[in-house]
């Protein structure tokens, strides 16, 4: 067998924001195969859910993932609703969406800018992000805080939305339509954009159904799939919004999907603070008896799944995540082989990939050759290597 | 006096500051347009003091002394090259027949030091920015000797001075149909040679995490930093110099020959902010394919006097 050069991504590198590693497998600039491992960022999650009481824990879960988190409480409140068997009053619905969806613009343009970096476009980059800061100024005007908005409880919302900042939600979310459409027309009718985009890691709809991906790296591969439209929860039902689906599979086709989004989040939000209805924010949840219960939503990365068991007690029995990116990450294996090491980093990161949100165990693999080192063994290491430089330098 | 000429003005010294000023002006540009503030002018200087006084690593896997010789080659060559086309501009008389060739050889030895340098890091990252700048060399360098010496056809010398004479006598090169294809192919080149977007497929830094340059630090790395500087200012100095009749420091000529640099950095600047980078397959084709005909074809053209 000829010899494959190993290219080593990871696990820390400029690259990625987050810590994991791949392993490509190269024959000059193209990819033979590809392996990925992760497990850097185990936070046992799960383990601290189950020691915290219920409303505790919507706090917990909003820290996943720094940029969907909304997604996770969203899910998880909806769980916790399930098993008690209630429903939070339309006002709390129509402002979840709300937040839902600004968090959906930010997080596509944080893609959007991310990929254009990852291309070597640092104006797409730059311009991304400027716009996603008015997003972020509507989120601290409505909720107090640019990002974890902590606006979510089993019941209904915490805080409600006043006059004054549904107006000033409803002129700046204009400002956004703009720039979006910029940074649209820069990349649908660049030919050099075109060039690098259209045909790269391709995902077919056969492969996107075998891994079941999920979200926009699905509705990119001609699935027609989004939870909102086909679970209504929140206020997806009594608003006028489509799905965006591209037939291609590339990564062309999942940035367009994306983009789309936006426009589409756009008209949902404007629609949301314009009919939002008056009431109650919380349906006052008093205890969460004992059974089972499962939530769903559609994060900007694809369907976030939580299920969440109850004994009777104040704290969940056992609460189970799956992000998105568990679906999507295997894809790699379809994707990413036989396509040249220039685009790899840009496939992985098509799927917006989000590696802490995934990581819900860490398996050690004892078998084999390969040791693992315990903390002991790095401070000897460490200790030995002082003593060498400390001797080189004569003192 | 040739000396100083060499020394000072307008050849080493000049040239760095005028090569680290023109980093400040591209990066103004560039974060002028990425709706930025930019930094200030001196950035580029203390950029590269900083560097001077910061640990230089060299790898264990690395062979030491190519790793270590290379930003050297690499920046002297390119400070020879800025020191002869700034004499060159000062007394065409004084060049030298085939001094274009040499130029020519000069200019390519800094793509060459780079990718010795990074194949001897023994960082496969770095290997793979090495082949890639390879390939890219290959690409570039064809089109752009094509339009060389057709120029060097046209006004019959093979000197610097001779074209620089020439294009005093009969006008600037690039107001003619051939001159305008070859000075398009000939910026797209120094882009190329510039590592600059849509090119700077061997530095890639979200791909391969700047290959070429991944494990140089501190002295060296400040040393391969001014070279690319130096070339931010020879290579648009050697386009004024064939195609808009070189530095010309004699009363409004000054005036006229910082106009023609700064348009021509802005141009180089705007290029890489509007652009995603190519793949390296996408750039061979592209010069290859499409800019080595380009440049026959103002070859033809100048021959036949348009």
Known sequence: MKKKTVIPIGPYHPLLEEPEFFILYVDGETVVDMDVRIGYNHRAIEKIVESKTWDQDTFVVERICGICSTSHPFAYVQAVED????????????????????????????????????????????????????????????????????????????????????????????????????????????????????????????????????????????????????????????????????PDGDVFSKAVVRLLENFESVKIIRQCLENLPDGPIDAELSEVPPGEGIGIHEAPRGEVFHYVRSDGSNMPYRHKVRAPTFMNLPSFKASCIGEEIADVALITASIDPCYCCTERVGVVDKSGNRSTLKEADLIKLSQEKTELIRKKLGK | MIIFNYLVFPGFLFAIIIGLLTVWYDRKITARVQWRVGPPWYQGFVDILKLFTKETLI??????????????????????????????????????????????????????????????????????????????????????????????????????????????????????????IGFIVALISTQAKLGLVPFDIPEAEGEIASGIILEYSGSLLAILKLMKALLLYTLPLFLITIFLGGMNLQGLGILWFIIEYLVIVFIISIIRNTNPRLRIDQAMNLFWAILTPLATLSGILSYVGL
């Not at chain 1, 909720?143 to 939305?161: C, E, I, L, S, W």
């Open chain 2, 59 to 180: 790898p264990s896997t690395a062979k030491k002394t190519g790793f270590v010789l290379a930003p050297f080659v690499g920046f002297s060559t390119a400070l020879l090259v800025a020191a002869m086309l700034g004499v060159a501009g000062l007394y065409p008389k004084m060049s030298f027949t085939g001094d274009i060739i040499v130029l020519w050889y000069l200019l390519m030895v800094p793509s060459i030091a780079i990718i010795f340098g990074s194949s001897a890091s023994g960082n496969p990252i770095s290997q793979v920015g090495s082949s890639r700048e390879m390939k890219l060399f290959m690409s570039y360098e064809l089109p752009f000797v094509i339009i060389l010496f057709s120029i060097a056809a046209k006004a019959h010398t093979l000197s610097i001075g001779g074209i620089i004479e020439y294009q005093r006598v009969n006008g600037a090169n690039l107001w003619s149909l051939s001159g305008i």
């Open chain 1, 83 to 246: 098993v008690a068997g209630i429903e939070a009053p339309p006002r709390a619905q129509y402002i979840r969406t709300i937040i839902a969806e600004l968090e959906r613009i930010h997080s596509h343009l944080l893609w959007v800018g991310l990929a254009g970096h990852f291309i070597g476009y640092n104006t797409v980059f730059m311009w991304a992000w400027k716009c996603r800061e008015t997003i972020l100024d509507i989120s601290e005007k409505l909720t107090g805080n640019r990002n974890h908005y902590a606006m979510f409880k089993p019941g209904g919302v915490r805080r409600d939305f006043n006059d004054e900042q549904i107006e000033y939600a409803l002129k700046r979310i204009e400002e956004v339509w703009k720039p979006n459409e910029l940074i649209t027309n820069a990349i649908l009718d660049d030919p050099v954009m075109h060039a690098r985009l259209k045909g790269v890691g391709v995902l077919s709809t056969e492969d996107a159904i075998a891994y079941s991906v999920v979200g926009p790296t699905a509705r990119g591969s001609n699935l027609d799939w989004d939870v909102r439209r086909d679970h209504p929860y929140g206020a997806y039902d009594k608003v006028k919004w489509d799905v965006c689906v591209q």
